[in-house]
């Protein structure tokens, strides 16, 4: 397989099709039953983020900052945090959804989490 054509599957396919997912599912009407625990909604929102903070962090390690690894980590938070208020605006054109402050709250520390997290097993996984 060509290397850009394996970059691009590998490294950002993966990020693009996780968001494209996210945005299909900010479409529909909100489901009329929530899981059964308070806040179980924030809980989705945390982990959904956290991994779309790792897709982002593996995705910007393909370009040309990647050697600079305080970017690297800055702009996956930050390009999480944007696509997370994003999609707080988008479901407001939604019927039956509203976009919500402590849902971007929780999508920006679930992305925190996830980046910080996956930035500490490469760290310790990192070949010397």
């Excluded at 968001?19 to 909604?41: G, H, K, N, T």
């Excluded at 779309?52 to 938070?77: D, E, W």
Aim: aromatic share 18%; proline share 7%.
């Amino acid at each position: 397989m060509l290397p850009k054509v394996k970059n691009f599957t590998y490294h950002w396919l993966p990020l693009i099709a996780y968001c494209v997912f996210i945005y299909i599912q900010s479409s529909y009407p909100s489901p009329e039953r929530l899981p059964a625990f308070e806040f179980s909604d924030k809980l989705l929102h945390f982990a959904a983020y956290a991994v779309m903070g790792v897709l982002f962090y593996r995705a910007y390690q393909t370009l040309p900052f990647k050697t600079n690894i305080q970017l690297v980590v800055l702009f996956s938070m930050i390009s999480a945090l944007l696509y997370g208020v994003s999609d707080e605006i988008h479901p407001s054109f939604v019927p039956y959804r509203d976009g919500s402050f402590w849902d971007v709250i929780a999508d920006v520390l679930g992305a925190v989490c996830g980046v910080y997290i996956y930035h500490r097993l490469m760290m310790v996984h990192k070949p010397r």
